[in-house]
């Protein structure tokens, strides 16, 4: 009998539980199926990108600060928190930094080089982290795109050649707010600039 009473209490806890934890997120967030069109003024949104070239597989963290149309800035990270790159766009021109290679890059434009796929139109890329569909990330809308885009609820799937990269939304925060060094983006004296596509 007092075995019985456990049971029984057992299963309405397990009841109270599994209806507290559907209650609070009884639908998970959905980006790319959404028919917002307009951007915030600011926001930070978190996110994750898988990258596949060839037979190596890697998933990066990724945060994107940004003032949409006017300046960004993505932090990659890698395994246990590594940066593996920080990209900082403004109007005046962009500067990218690989740490763990002691290179970087630098240019003006829209056009900015992204690690595994090359050059893409800033503004168009991070249209993607805002769950806003694009048809083309070319620097140049008069080029044919090599690139296959598939969209899910919260990602998108980006195919060129056999490599493909995915970006899955998890946080989108339009009133974050940060520290004026976000826009500040330093390149050790002992790095190397590099000019072409970095392996």
Same mark, same amino acid.
């Given at each position: 009998?007092?075995?019985? *009473? /456990?049971?029984?209490?057992?299963? /309405?806890?397990? /009841?109270?539980?599994?209806?507290?934890?559907?209650?609070?997120?009884?639908?998970?967030?959905?980006?790319?199926?959404?028919?917002?069109?307009?951007?915030?003024?600011?926001?930070?949104?978190?996110?994750?990108?898988?990258?596949?070239?060839?037979?190596?597989? &890697?998933?990066?963290?990724?945060?994107?600060?940004?003032?949409?149309? &006017? *300046?960004?800035?993505? &932090?990659? @990270?890698?395994?246990?928190?590594?940066?593996?790159?920080?990209?900082?766009?403004?109007?005046?021109?962009? *500067? /990218?930094?690989?740490?763990?290679?002691?290179?970087?890059?630098?240019?003006?434009?829209?056009?900015?080089?992204?690690?595994?796929?090359?050059?893409?139109?800033?503004?168009?890329? @991070?249209?993607?982290?805002?769950?806003?569909?694009?048809?083309?990330?070319?620097?140049?809308?008069?080029?044919?795109?090599?690139?296959?885009? &598939?969209?899910?609820?919260? @990602?998108?799937?980006?195919?060129?050649?056999?490599?493909?990269?995915?970006?899955?939304? *998890?946080?989108?925060?339009?009133?974050?707010?940060?520290? @004026?060094?976000?826009?500040?983006?330093?390149?050790?004296?002992?790095?190397?600039?590099?000019?072409?596509?970095?392996?």
């Amino acid at each position: 009998m007092y075995s019985l *009473k /456990i049971l029984n209490i057992l299963v /309405i806890l397990s /009841i109270l539980v599994q209806t507290l934890s559907c209650s609070r997120n009884p639908h998970p967030q959905t980006y790319f199926g959404n028919k917002q069109t307009s951007l915030p003024d600011s926001a930070k949104v978190k996110a994750v990108i898988a990258v596949s070239q060839g037979s190596a597989n &890697e998933k990066l963290s990724a945060v994107l600060f940004a003032v949409p149309n &006017e *300046k960004y800035r993505l &932090e990659l @990270s890698g395994t246990l928190g590594l940066s593996a790159a920080s990209i900082l766009w403004k109007q005046e021109g962009w *500067k /990218i930094v690989f740490s763990q290679n002691e290179r970087y890059m630098e240019g003006n434009g829209n056009c900015v080089f992204i690690p595994i796929y090359g050059g893409v139109d800033i503004h168009k890329f @991070s249209l993607l982290f805002f769950g806003q569909k694009v048809n083309s990330l070319n620097c140049d809308n008069s080029k044919p795109s090599n690139l296959a885009l &598939e969209y899910n609820d919260n @990602s998108v799937l980006a195919f060129f050649g056999k490599d493909s990269l995915r970006l899955e939304i *998890k946080n989108i925060d339009p009133k974050a707010e940060w520290k @004026s060094g976000v826009w500040n983006l330093n390149v050790p004296e002992n790095y190397v600039r590099v000019t072409g596509y970095l392996k």
